[in-house]
């Protein structure tokens, strides 16, 4: 058990659960058993299944990553590769198919979306995590598609508003993906693994990673309130990002610093989004 907590990678089970219940909520759902029957799947298993796969089919590659073997990523040993994996798929599979089955043909398909990224980025063949911008793409969608299933799940409309934060949230998710790829140039390539780091190099993907994370705040100028100020939000990922930019790919675990930056400014960045959020519907007789 202690070794598939340890899988699930506790730290950011946040990063998944918020979204979805946050997403929830503003579509006008309730607090009623979806939202904590889907808080509990995206808090938990969701991640089991995402992290653990990955974790069992990157083994050779993260044996040799000093980043491994800790709140970032377990290095379980062969023998319980097969348990990690089915236990993926017991904890997983009964609560997606109650939730598939609870939404509309929209849900369906966005949850359908969500666990074949979560399949796609490390199962064999498929290594979308080995396809340079794929990559962050399939990443992004890990941490997008449970708001937009949460938004569809509510009966939210799919507006200009709604698109554009979405629209953000997938910069800011591919921004991230990029930069915390770049530590990991070096290690990626001693295993003979791609990513868009490992192609474009690490000043280029600090650059672009700053780049998103900057048109994230600008696309949320076009939603409605408080999307200007959550925009705001997006600055301190970017000035983390920009102070990298002389790094080059021999020197590039020194953006391991700027990583865990990332991490706090995580909790942070969530604490006072949930401020705005109800400051806004205070303001509005919420």
Known sequence: MKELIATSRPLSWVNTAYPFAAA???????????????????????????YGINDVFDYESDLLNPRKGGVEGAVVPRTRHRRILWASGVTTVPLAAVLFASGGLAAAVALIVSL????????????????????????????????????????????????????AFFCWGMASH??????DILPDRSAGLGSVATVIGARPTVLVATGLYLAAGLLCL??????????????????????FVPVTDQTSQETRSGWRAFLWLNY???????????????????
Request: net charge positive; aromatic share 14%; hydrophobic share 55%.
């Open 116 to 167: 074949s990224a979560v399949v796609a980025y490390s199962a064999p063949r498929l290594r979308f995590k080995e396809r340079p911008v794929l990559d962050s793409m399939t990443s992004a969608t890990h941490f997008v598609s449970p708001a937009v299933y949460g938004w569809l799940l509510a009966d939210g409309r799919l507006e200009p508003g709604s698109l554009a934060a979405f629209a």
């Open 178 to 183: 990029a930069f915390g790829a770049v530590q």
């Open 24 to 50: 929830y909520l503003l579509a006008g759902g309730g607090i009623d058993w979806l939202l904590i029957l889907g808080t509990v799947f995206f808090l938990v298993p969701y991640n089991l299944a995402m």
């Open 268 to 286: 942070a960045t969530g604490f006072l989004f949930t401020l705005l959020l109800l400051w806004t519907h205070v303001r509005s007789g919420f």
């Open 222 to 243: 076009t939603v409605p309130a408080p999307g200007p100020l959550a925009g705001l939000l997006c600055l301190p990922y970017a000035a983390n990002t920009l102070r």
